[in-house]
């Protein structure tokens, strides 16, 4: 497994997540109201298993090679992961997915937290451009996007945990818009 870089914020410390993180994920992401707008590929009931086997099968394997996934957690409270942001490649259209503990929402550690990430795609991932996805209707993940100057596409047909969920908006951020939505 390879060693993600930490990233600080003025609020988060962002590092790479391990089994030790395991009950804490279990415990903030477990929420059909977090869970709802995600694919249709998450299981819903989630499995009581589900957590440490999609660490073990799908991030662990991968971590710094196609995929790379930082927990999310509070200086304030160092241990405890309350969200994570997961970036990979291919995109299946989209390169980046996140959740965040439904106490946390709307303070816009979200936003904070994908920033560094970011930065990282373009600067040491090489990526060119991120292509993002979220389901019609999620607001506060249409936020994150707009906040941090990506452009909405388009529309499409899709799957959610939410079976009344059926469309995502698709969003790209080019390496250089990135830069100059920075700068302004």
Do not use: C
């Not at 816009?108 to 040491?124: H, L, R, S």
């Amino acid at each position: 497994m390879a060693t993600l870089p930490v990233f600080e914020t003025k609020r988060l410390i962002l590092r790479g997540v391990t089994e030790e993180h395991v009950a804490d994920w279990q415990k903030n992401f477990v929420d059909y109201e977090v869970v709802r707008n995600l694919s249709a590929l998450v299981p819903w009931p989630y499995p009581d298993d589900g957590v440490i086997s999609f660490l073990r099968n799908v991030i662990l394997p991968n971590q710094g090679k196609d995929r790379w996934v930082w927990g999310i957690f509070l200086k304030e409270n160092p241990q405890e992961l309350i969200g994570v942001v997961d970036l990979w490649r291919p995109g299946k259209p989209e390169n980046r997915g996140f959740w965040l503990a439904r106490k946390h929402w709307k303070k816009g550690i979200m936003t904070e937290a994908v920033e560094p990430v970011i930065d990282y795609a373009f600067n040491e991932l090489g990526f060119s451009e991120l292509i993002f996805s979220n389901a019609l209707g999620n607001i506060g993940s249409r936020r994150v996007k707009e906040k941090t100057g990506a452009k909405l596409l388009r529309i499409q047909p899709a799957k959610h945990v939410d079976p009344a969920l059926t469309e995502n908006e698709i969003w790209e951020l080019k390496k250089e818009d990135w830069f100059k939505f920075k700068k302004s």
